[in-house]
């Protein structure tokens, strides 16, 4: 077993002011309550650290960053709920074609720029999950393909809990911080 050391318990336990997932609900409130668990989780995780520690590199080969994951979060928030189900032709904020990873690998401007960023992401995210349908169709361009909303929510907690995980490491190897 790996000792947590007890001030970083402390601290995190604290931290915690993410609500409960509820055990019963509407299939949208439940979607919408694991969805935005995983955004607190997230945000939690990075919660109190500087840019230099946001910007904190995994270990090599990986070239994963708090920072980084933070970019590739708006984008992704951006890509699934804007893009795609909407059909918006607006351009990607850490994305282009000539430049497809720019979101991990670009990290120069300011932490609180991409939080300002992800927050925007996010907000319009949930306006647009609250004004449709789970059945809504948007179009999967890549494939040409048509997606539900209720199929992109899903994929976006996947999306999170999986990046939650990297960040679980990452935040681990910064200030031995863990558990959140």
Not at 100 to 118: C, I, K, N, T
């Amino acid at each position: 077993m790996v000792h947590i050391p007890e001030e970083n318990y402390a601290q995190t336990v604290t931290d915690d002011t993410r609500p409960p997932v509820p055990y019963t609900g509407s299939e949208r409130d439940l979607l919408i309550a694991f969805l935005d668990h995983h955004r607190q989780t997230f945000e939690l995780k990075c919660r109190g650290l500087d840019q230099a520690q946001m910007s904190t590199m995994a270990v090599p080969p990986s070239g994963l960053s708090l920072h980084g994951l933070l970019r590739h979060l708006a984008g992704t928030e951006q890509w699934w709920f804007s893009t795609q189900f909407l059909g918006s032709d607006e351009p990607m904020i850490y994305y282009s074609d000539d430049d497809p990873d720019q979101d991990f690998e670009h990290l120069d401007g300011p932490v609180e720029e991409a939080w300002a960023a992800w927050h925007e992401q996010v907000a319009r995210s949930r306006e647009i999950v609250a004004a449709a349908s789970l059945d809504d169709e948007g179009t999967v361009l890549r494939h040409d393909l048509p997606v539900s909303l209720r199929r992109i929510m899903i994929h976006m907690i996947v999306e999170y809990a999986r990046h939650n995980g990297h960040a679980d490491l990452l935040r681990e190897r910064i200030d031995g911080a863990t558990g959140m």
